[in-house]
Structure formats: C-alpha cells, structure tokens
C-alpha cells in the first residue's frame, strides 16, 4: 500500500480545528494589540528574488532559505525564512515617502530548511512589528512593551524578557578593550557559548567578567556597570535601564549582555521572550539596519520584534473547552437560525437524516425555536 503521498516533510504539520482555531484567534489578538498602538499590516508574497531577502539586513544566512530557479525570470528565488527583510524592502520602496517613524505590522508562515538546535519544527507562524526610520531608547522600550502586551492579550502568562547587547564585544574590542580583528568572532562566540576556558584561549581573559553579568536584571545591570569602568557601555547600560524602567514589572527581567545566537542582524539592542509553561522562546527583536538599495537613498535604522507564538497556541488548543453549538434539526426555520447566528451562536444544520447532532459535536439543539442543551 501506497502511504507516501500522505506523509508530510519533516518538521512541517497540519494544524486540525482546535489548533487552527487557536492559531486564529491569537494571531488576531495580537494584530488587534498592534492595530491600537499604530502599527499598519502589510502583507509580502511567499517568495521572492534570493537577492532582495538577502541584501537587506546584514546576518540573513541563505543556506536557512529553499531557493529555486524562476522558470519566468531565470533568477533565483527564495522561500522566505523571516518576514523583517521583507518589510525592509517595503519602508525603502513602496513606502519611502511614508513619514517616519513608520510602523509596520505582519503575519503569516516561514518556512527553513532545517529545524533551529534542538526544535525540528521547519515551518512556523511568524507575528510581529517594525518601526522604521527610528533608533532610539524610546523606540525600544515602546517594541518590548507593545511585544508583552500583544502576547498577554494573546493568553500569554507568565513572561519574561531577556536582554542583550548583540554588539558588545564589537563595541569593546574597537577601544576599551583591543581585539586583533581575526581574533574578534572567536571571543564573541566563546563568550554566548559561555565557555571561560576557551574565552581566554581565544584571547579574551580581559571579558571574562562579563561571565558574572548575567541573571536577574537589577544584579546583572550592576555587574555590567562595574566591569565598564571605562564608560564604554554607559549609554547602553543607561538605555538597558530606561526601558526595564518603563516595563513596569510587567514581565520578569533578566540580563544576558553577550547572547548572540538568533541575533545574526541586531546592532546594540537585543531582548527574547519567554513565557510560563512554553518550552522555547515566544519572540525575539531588537535594533537593526534597512540597507539601502543604492538609489541614493541611506541606510535607515529600525527597531522591531518576531513572535513564533506556535508552542503558545498548541499550549492554548489543548486546554481550550469545546464551543457551544447548536444543532438546527430538518425542516428549521432558516430566519431564525439567521437570528441565532446574528447574537453569537455556531449553528450546525441537519443535511439529511444521518446527520447526529452529538456525532457532530453539537452541545445544543434547536426544538421549538428554543436551544435545548444535548
């Protein structure tokens, strides 16, 4: 028996009605959070030319994308991966004479070419926001506040925000402390795996306190302050506190100033999402660059975030309680089922006599015009 054309590639799923349904209604929650802070959908194909997802952003890792030949064009296209390169492409085209800041929400479904670490999972639903034109501490500290509130409207609980400094160990070694050039990815990458005895291999004994900066926000903050006698991080650490300020105990705060990993194109502002009950991560922004296309226009700055609200929902699916539906027998009158429809109820209409209404999953059932429960 033939049972490959009903197998589905690895890491990618159906989502049956309950997860759907669920998967719609946080995706409207929190497009409704981003529609009452300002925020405009947009809504970018599926694919586009490899070179325009590519060119945007500095990090997009091609080898993450499925590409293939246009057979129109004969160039090379892509599956999108991430959706913020595509909003790029949007502010610095069709939407470059917009007034800045300029705030730009979406949603839809990206898909890669393998799972991320330890997740299979290949396709996702991506949810987020941009704001474009603008890099400031007031610019960062409205993307994580609009991203807590849209995921505990969302049904989110218990949140809490990391966050990071993705350029710290660019900012340090260009003074406070010297890296030879060949020298600097090593100590970047030895000190987000968190590895001292390689961190000093690799050259990098005089970052080894930034080990000790990280926990909660409050402890870590200090720690960091301490080790940049300098004042080479002041204003980082003073924007860090300005926007952990202005969250207001909305979410549990920690510090990792050296994280990168999932970082590939943030500058100097970096902050991942986590929520009570959910195993991954729920989202992840901060600050980055829109490259320019060359026709005269200059690299713009944007702050943002992406949510993968995928465990959420299926976390959502199944704790959620059937809805109550009403069965409308053979025979009913249609304007009242209109009726019934028009105050809120599911209505579930009889197609012939085989069709049951618990069989369908009917909680009601309409008997002389009134809603009966099963």
């Known amino acids: 028996m033939d049972t490959d054309r009903d197998l589905l590639p690895e890491g990618l799923k159906d989502r049956l009605p309950a997860s759907a349904a669920s998967a719609a209604r946080v995706t409207r929650a929190v497009l409704d959070v981003l529609d009452a802070h300002g925020y405009d959908r947009v809504q970018p194909p599926t694919i586009e030319f490899e070179n325009s997802l590519a060119s945007r952003m500095a990090g997009i890792r091609l080898r993450r994308m499925f590409r293939f030949v246009d057979p129109a064009s004969l160039r090379t296209l892509a599956l999108r991966s991430d959706m913020t390169p595509q909003l790029g492409r949007i502010a610095s085209t069709s939407l470059a004479a917009r007034a800045r800041p300029l705030r730009l929400c979406y949603a839809g479904q990206v898909v890669t070419i393998k799972g991320d670490g330890l997740d299979p999972a290949r396709g996702r639903l991506q949810l987020g926001a941009e704001l474009i034109g603008l890099d400031s501490v007031a610019a960062a500290g409205e993307a994580v506040a609009v991203a807590i509130e849209a995921l505990g409207a969302a049904g989110a609980k218990g949140l809490?925000?990391?966050?990071t400094l993705p350029d710290l160990v660019?900012?340090?070694?260009?003074?406070?402390?010297?890296?030879?050039?060949?020298?600097?990815?090593?100590?970047r990458a030895e000190l987000d795996a968190k590895n001292a005895g390689a961190l000093v291999d690799a050259g990098g004994a005089a970052y080894l306190p930034l080990l000790e900066a990280i926990g909660p926000f409050e402890t870590a903050i200090e720690r960091l302050a301490?080790?940049?006698?300098?004042?080479?991080?002041?204003?980082?650490?003073?924007?860090l506190r300005q926007v952990a300020a202005r969250l207001g105990g909305?979410?549990?705060?920690?510090?990792?100033?050296?994280?990168?990993?999932?970082?590939?194109?943030?500058?100097?502002?970096?902050f991942t999402i986590y929520a009570e009950g959910i195993s991954g991560l729920l989202g992840r922004g901060g600050s980055y660059t829109i490259?320019?296309?060359?026709?005269?226009?200059?690299?713009?700055?944007?702050?943002g975030f992406s949510l993968y609200p995928d465990d959420l929902i299926d976390s959502l699916a199944g704790a959620e309680q059937p809805r109550d539906t009403l069965f409308l027998p053979l025979g009913h009158d249609p304007v009242q089922a209109e009726r019934l429809r028009a105050i809120g109820w599911r209505t579930v209409a009889a197609l012939g006599e085989c069709c049951d209404a618990r069989a369908l999953g009917c909680t009601h059932v309409l008997q002389d015009g009134d809603a009966v429960r099963l």
Do not use: C, M
């Open 291 to 303: 490259k320019s296309n060359g026709a005269g226009r200059a690299d713009e700055p944007a702050i």
């Open 226 to 239: 301490q080790f940049d006698t300098g004042g080479a991080l002041a204003n980082r650490i003073a924007a």
């Open 170 to 187: 660019d900012t340090l070694a260009a003074k406070a402390l010297p890296l030879a050039a060949e020298q600097v990815e090593a100590v």
């Open 250 to 270: 909305k979410a549990r705060l920690t510090l990792d100033p050296s994280e990168r990993h999932g970082f590939e194109y943030q500058t100097w502002f970096g």
């Open 160 to 163: 809490s925000v990391d966050f």
